[in-house]
């Protein structure tokens, strides 16, 4: 392995690594608070979300020293692999809020659908790197291909939350190509009939509760609402400078439900107030400005579509999860990347870290 330069340090996009290194920050002092009123804490959750952070800026500091180009000599051999893992998933996975979407191995969790995010990244990256347009129909079916198979997978979990980010990510990529807009027309024609044939046949009662308690939010405040319910009343009673952490009544009284995942931004904003949030939203802010920016400036095709995945999936990700909280969505059940408790999730955004700042050392960057 050769030895990390001065030129590959001055090369990592640092902007990237210090708003990533934070968010993880945050994440750690946010568990601690929960777990810290607790009767006799272990901080179990805290100490689960260490390991996954150590594990993931371990992948990471390994990506820095492999050109990102050989993943894509593998690009669809890791695309077989993550649909066997889903697959297998769906068959000898355990059954957690009513997703059969996990593996568990000696106490600890893992969620394969994480990591296959990123695997359809590199998949879809090396797809469209190799073509010059996506507008000729085949080369439209065989993308539409790469996805399909995988959400059937993944609506079977059922894991509705990380099908809508697969979705958006290859939509997304369909934008970067410059898709026709009579493609565009006829996908969004395509979308509302699925969506009007998912309510009728698809869905499940629960998942149509929640969106009917999204348009309506006082329909059913002491069941399917309540959630947001205390989300909202967590959020403002934060204030502008927040209860403090660990001082929150919302959440260390337990009043707001799946706090360490779904509904951590509740808990920032009780905590840390109105400061706290904006601090949250601007780091992510940041780190899409700077993911954006390597993908105008990046010399690589096959990188510069690595950034853009990335790029729609933290976004999307990001956006929905901070939504729910607001109530401004659907619950959808969709973690905050880097923040919410998980560590498949925690790990998966730090690979994706990791193969951004491998695209900085090897691509070459045209900076202004």
């Not at 820095?64 to 894509?72: A, G, N, P």
């Not at 205390?230 to 952490?245: C, E």
Request: net charge positive; charged share 10%; with cysteine.
């Amino acid at each position: 392995m050769k030895l990390f330069t001065i030129t590959r340090w001055h090369k990592l996009d640092w902007g990237i690594i210090i708003s990533s290194f934070f968010l993880v920050l945050i994440s750690l002092a946010i568990l601690y608070s929960l777990e810290l009123n607790q009767d006799s804490p272990d901080f179990s959750l805290l100490k689960r979300q260490a390991i996954a952070a150590g594990m993931g800026m371990a992948s990471l500091w390994f990506l820095l020293f492999l050109d990102f180009r050989h993943i894509k000599d593998f690009a669809y051999i890791l695309y077989g692999a993550g649909i066997i893992i889903l697959i297998a998933v769906l068959l000898f996975g355990t059954a957690a809020r009513g997703t059969t979407g996990w593996f568990s191995i000696g106490g600890f969790h893992f969620q394969p659908v994480e990591i296959f995010k990123v695997i359809l990244i590199i998949a879809l990256a090396k797809f469209y790197s190799a073509r010059s347009s996506i507008n000729q129909f085949k080369t439209l079916i065989l993308s539409l291909l790469l996805i399909l198979g995988p959400a059937v997978l993944i609506y079977f979990q059922p894991d509705l939350g990380s099908l809508m980010v697969l979705a958006i990510v290859w939509f997304g990529y369909l934008l970067v190509m410059k898709l026709k807009l009579n493609y565009i027309l006829i996908f969004c024609a395509i979308l509302f009939l699925t969506i009007a044939l998912s309510w009728q046949f698809f869905l499940a009662p629960y998942q149509k509760e929640r969106i009917i308690t999204f348009l309506e939010p006082e329909s059913d405040i002491a069941g399917t609402g309540y959630n947001v319910r205390q989300s909202k009343i967590a959020i403002g009673s934060g204030r502008l400078w927040g209860r403090g952490l660990g001082l929150g009544t919302q959440s260390s009284l337990n009043f707001l439900p799946e706090q360490e995942t779904d509904f951590i931004f509740a808990v920032i904003a009780e905590s840390l107030g109105f400061l706290g949030g904006g601090l949250l939203i601007s780091l992510y802010g940041f780190l899409l400005w700077r993911i954006i920016r390597l993908t105008i400036f990046v010399k690589d095709e096959f990188g510069a579509f690595l950034a853009f995945g990335v790029f729609f999936w933290f976004a999307f990700q990001g956006f929905a999860n901070i939504a729910m909280n607001l109530g401004l969505a659907p619950v959808i059940g969709l973690p905050l990347p880097f923040v919410s408790y998980g560590g498949s999730s925690m790990l998966a955004c730090l690979i994706a870290i990791g193969m951004l700042e491998s695209v900085c050392i090897y691509a070459g960057r045209a900076d202004p």
